[in-house]
């Protein structure tokens, strides 16, 4: 078990740029969650996907964002356009199962800077 | 809508002195809750949860949490704190039920440990 992986670890962009993040998830996990942290604040919910689905949005994820997982293995978080107020950490978690919210395991975090 | 309340920001305890860090949410129904632990630059570890039954759970590192519905609250414990115990801790709740299964962060609460 080599846990959840993100790759980049960072990422320095210029305003105005595309980005695109990769998370793999834990290979027998059917659930996968992005989310994003501030500085000094706690992780916010983006997206998730069960298996290739896309079941929820937050309304944080503006129409710059989007979000895939194409065979529900990995999954990949795309900012078009970026802006200052989209530096941040974004965090990939995976979890198994299909009721609720189980023990989500997280990734070490792609942290973004928009210059 | 489910939300944590971390009223700390910060603490300091002595490296050997007993720590609580306090966590109280806000849920329609029985929750699943979670402590997680952050340190610097990293991701997320899951530290310990409470999905039903005994309501005194226990973790890694020595941690404890006891819920309790009355109070709505889900607050952390550890008899003994060591230096290596500093970090960010973060309490979440979640759904128990259905498809929607993301985590509800609270703000944090940084733990500085003296020697």
């Known amino acids: 078990d080599t846990g959840v992986s993100q790759d980049p670890r960072h990422k320095i962009t210029k305003r105005g740029q595309n980005v695109t993040f990769r998370c793999d998830p834990i290979?027998?996990?059917?659930?996968l969650y992005w989310y994003r942290q501030t500085l000094g604040q706690g992780p916010e919910f983006l997206t998730y996907?069960?298996?290739?689905?896309?079941?929820?949005k937050s309304r944080l994820l503006s129409d710059r964002f989007s979000a895939e997982r194409p065979k529900g293995s990995f999954s990949t978080l795309e900012i078009q356009r970026t802006e200052q107020g989209d530096s941040a950490m974004y965090l990939c978690?995976?979890?198994?199962?299909?009721?609720?919210?189980?023990?989500?395991?997280f990734g070490p975090g792609t942290r973004l800077t928009v210059t | 809508a489910q939300s944590v309340t971390q009223p700390d920001i910060h603490i300091t305890v002595s490296e050997g002195a007993s720590l609580e860090l306090r966590c109280n949410y806000s849920?329609?129904?029985?929750?699943?809750l979670f402590w997680y632990v952050q340190s610097p630059g990293q991701g997320l570890q899951l530290l310990l949860k409470?999905?039903?039954?005994?309501?005194l759970v226990q973790g890694i590192k020595g941690f404890e949490a006891e819920f309790k519905r009355s109070q709505s609250s889900f607050n952390l414990r550890k008899p003994s704190v060591h230096w290596s115990d500093a970090a960010e801790y973060f309490c979440?709740?979640?759904?128990?039920?259905?498809?929607?299964?993301?985590?509800?962060f609270g703000t944090g609460t940084r733990l500085q440990v003296t020697l």
């Open positions: 849920y329609g129904a029985t929750p699943y």
């Open positions: 979440a709740v979640g759904s128990n039920t259905g498809t929607a299964s993301k985590l509800t």
């Open positions: 290979s027998e996990h059917n659930r």
């Open positions: 409470y999905f039903s039954g005994d309501t």
């Open positions: 978690a995976s979890t198994s199962g299909g009721q609720g919210a189980g023990e989500q395991y």
């Open positions: 996907f069960q298996n290739e689905a896309q079941l929820e």
